[in-house]
């Protein structure tokens, strides 16, 4: 990117907001720190950022909250930072726009990551061409024809596990709630069915993964869904 | 309002008994007025006291006196010289009924007299039996309801009441409490005629100040004085179990606190151990780092650093930890149950103690058709890692750990995590679960001693059950999860095939 990405922290925690500023800033980002809810959706509205972290224990409103309340106008990746480590918290936040969560204490590559996913996922609904064809190591699935190779030698798959792949693969780097997959891949109306899921993604990994038990591209996020790791 | 029937009632049968004294009297005068020729006027006096002691006996000293009084009148009259005459010529008969009038008072004294203690002595007895029943009916009661029921019931019997009301008034640590019972012998439903008439009260006053009221109604009966004073007696009995249930329910709660106050104690001294120790080991890397005398060589730097974030980790999982025992403790742990795969469960549990257990081999076997399980992945999880990392703490380096998971029954699967440490003695066996227990000093090997009872608080929370075992070799952890509603997964997992 020619101009340096715009992050907007909100954070409550003072040490937080200044690690992130030190850290972020030398990792060649633009910084602009708020601490209240409120002082962060006025930041948000006046000088949009490219993407926002947001701590969900805020002292004036709910993070979910600010979240719902900055999907009302745009689609500016959140990603959440929180001690909060309950399934449903996460899923909540997930439900309400969130594009990615992260508990504290957190490993910063981690968190850098997780930035560059969700810039480039941004980037791509802008308009930038998306690439119909995604790589993870050895895998490669191109999404117009249809097609999983493994090192040269294509994987069959059955429609719905190649519907289910496909989905993760296109959300690269990103983790997608159990009730987003069902929905997306079954229908809205089996969203509360996770069994499919288990036994399905049971299916796709002996099929992908080197040894199903120790998974490499389709992760779990315990408790609420997965993520699928490419190699960009 | 007061009625007075019962006084009528009573003077009645006092002018009845005094009749029969004197139509006893007159009986003894006719009686021996007929056997006057074959007797001796001393006989004569002798047998008139007859009807005074009777008359002792059966009605007490009044009539007896009555008796006494009338006995000479009629002896002097029919049997001494001159007959028919209260005059007496002869020194001696005078003497004779002299002596016959102190006789016959003395008598009726007498027997009077222990006829009234009899009287007395049968009231007590009767008062203490029904004392007797009603502690005995109280012993025991904790609760207010239940008291004030018992007392209830003891009163209507004890009064032959129509009906008996227990009042007891909300205080602080007392609830209030309102008993109405009625005679239901007399009639089945309350009708207002079971209340008439004034109800004798008596205030329920214990030391610290009015605790509520007792009412008897006894229709138009008015109580005795023995009666009110029994009244008296059941109130403060009422009053004693009162304070007993209160003093009862403060010991319990005392003793909650206590305990869990000692639960805070110990859980706050290996707390502040354990997360001081990575927090030491923290702050000396950091300084080390930071400080400018020693220039650090790159494989130093990396040591230092890989300490801090292996000790972060620790503080965190600690912290984890200490959130689901709070949880286990204050009985709010509710497993999110859904379906889940074992084997995803112990991988992730795997790439969180990689660093652990870095050191050990650890082997997974896991069968393909293992169904899914109905646990929260969470916690679940939790269980696994804590399992793993006190499998590795304990065991000998580049030992191996195992990890099995079978189905025993369509009911249940098994999770067997095995390590080639040394043997636990058998009478630790069972108290390996418990909180803070530990086998070796607490300075040997890192861990609060919680992560084992938070293992079992969680597998319980999800129906299952959990022990551990020696083995030829080693030390074994099992634990077991209920498969409830699988059947139909297994079907949808032969459904598609490529």
């Known amino acids: 990117m ?23 800033t030398a990792k060649q980002f633009r910084v602009t720190t708020a601490s209240r809810g409120e002082e962060g959706l006025a930041l948000a509205a006046a000088q949009p950022p490219d993407l926002i972290v947001l701590d969900l224990s805020l002292p ?30 996460k899923v909540n936040a997930l439900d309400k726009g ?42 490669m699935i191109d999404l117009a024809q249809h097609t999983v190779t493994h090192s040269g030698t ?33 229908d809205p109306a089996d969203a509360e069915h996770v069994e499919y899921l288990r036994v399905y993604m049971r299916q796709l990994r002996k099929k992908l993964e080197d040894d199903p038990n120790q998974p490499k591209y389709i992760l779990n996020e315990p408790g609420i869904g997965y993520r699928f790791i490419s190699d960009d | 309002m007061q009625t007075p029937h019962n006084p009528w009632k009573s003077w009645a049968r006092t002018a009845f008994t005094y009749l029969l004294t004197i139509l006893a009297t007159i009986l003894t005068t006719l009686v021996l007025n007929a056997l006057r020729q074959g007797i001796s006027p001393t006989i004569i006096s002798l047998l008139y006291l007859l009807p005074v002691g009777m008359a002792a006996a059966l009605w007490g000293i009044g009539p007896a006196a009555l008796a006494a009084l009338l006995s000479f009148l009629e002896l002097n009259y029919y049997f001494i010289t001159p007959y028919y005459s209260l005059t007496v010529h002869q020194t001696q008969d005078l ?79 007392v609830q209030s409490v309102h008993i109405r019972l009625n005679d239901e012998t007399s009639f089945g439903e309350l009708d207002a005629s079971r209340v008439t008439g004034q109800p004798n009260l008596v205030p329920l006053q214990s030391g610290k ?56 104690s110990s859980l706050l001294s290996s707390v502040s151990h354990e997360l001081r120790t990575p927090l030491a080991t923290i702050k000396a890397s950091v300084t080390s780092l930071r400080s400018e005398e020693v220039p650090w ?31 286990i403790e204050a009985g709010v742990l509710r497993p999110q149950c859904t379906p889940n795969s074992l084997a995803e469960i112990v991988s992730s549990a795997l790439n969180r103690t990689r660093q652990q257990a870095q050191n050990h081999k650890i082997l997974v076997d896991i069968s393909d058709d293992l169904p899914l399980v109905p646990v929260d ?54 108290h390996i679960f418990d909180k803070f227990f530990r086998i070796t000093a607490a300075d040997r090997v890192t861990g609060a001693g919680l992560g084992l009872s938070i293992c079992k608080g969680i597998v319980e929370a999800h129906g299952g059950r959990i022990w551990a075992r020696n083995m030829p070799g080693g030390f074994a952890f099992n634990f077991t999860l209920p498969l409830i509603g699988s059947d139909k997964l297994k079907n949808l997992q032969s459904g598609e095939q490529a």
């Not at chain 1, 709910?62 to 909060?84: K, N």
């Not at chain 2, 229709?219 to 403060?236: M, N, V, W």
């Not at chain 2, 990890?403 to 999770?415: C, E, K, M």
């Open chain 2, 297 to 327: 060589d790159t494989e130093a730097r990396a040591d230092l650093l890989a300490a801090i974030e292996e000790e972060t980790d620790h503080l965190n999982q600690l912290v984890g930890n200490l959130l689901n025992m709070a949880r």
């Open chain 1, 154 to 186: 294509e994987i069959k798959l059955t429609a719905t596990e190649f519907k289910l792949l496909a989905y993760l693969a296109a959300n690269a780097g990103r983790v997608l709630t159990h009730q987003a997959i069902l929905s997306h891949v079954w």
């Open chain 1, 2 to 24: 020619s101009t340096q990405p715009h992050i907007l922290v909100i954070d409550d925690e003072a040490q937080i907001l200044r690690a992130l500023r030190t850290i972020l």
């Open chain 2, 377 to 430: 992945y969470v916690l679940i999880e939790q269980v696994l890692i804590n399992l793993i990392s006190n499998s590795v703490k304990y065991s000998p380096e580049n030992s191996i750990v195992q990890i099995v998971a079978r189905q025993v029954d369509n009911r249940s699967l098994r999770v067997t995590i095995s390590n080639q440490g040394p043997p636990v003695p058998e009478e630790h066996l069972e």
């Open chain 2, 95 to 173: 003497l004779g009924l002299f002596v016959f009038l102190g006789v016959s008072i003395l008598i009726s004294q007498l027997v009077g007299r222990v006829r009234s203690s009899l009287v007395q002595a049968t009231a007590r007895e009767h008062d203490a039996v029904r004392l007797y029943e009603l502690s005995a009916h109280l012993v025991g009661l904790q609760d207010e309801q239940a008291i004030a029921r018992a007392v209830a019931g003891q009163a209507l019997i004890a009064f032959q009441a129509s009906c008996v009301e227990v009042v007891i008034e909300q205080q602080p640590d």
């Open chain 1, 98 to 139: 969130a594009d990615d969560y992260l508990t504290k204490p957190f490993g910063i590559e981690e968190l850098l990551a997780r930035i560059r996913v969700a810039l480039r996922h941004s980037a791509q609904a802008q308009g930038s061409s998306k690439g119909s064809v995604i790589n993870a190591g050895p895998l």
């Open chain 2, 209 to 264: 100040g009015l605790l509520g009221e007792l009412r008897v109604w006894r229709g138009d009966q008015l109580l005795s004085p023995t009666e009110e004073r029994l009244l008296q007696i059941f109130a403060s009995q009422t009053v004693l179990a009162l304070e007993r249930a209160r003093l009862a329910r403060a010991e319990t709660r005392t003793r909650v606190l206590e305990e869990s106050d000692r639960f805070k």
């Open chain 1, 60 to 89: 004036d409103i709910d993070g979910v909250e600010v979240c719902a309340r900055l999907r009302e106008w745009t689609q500016i990746p959140i990603i959440i930072l929180s001690v909060r480590d309950g399934e449903r918290d």
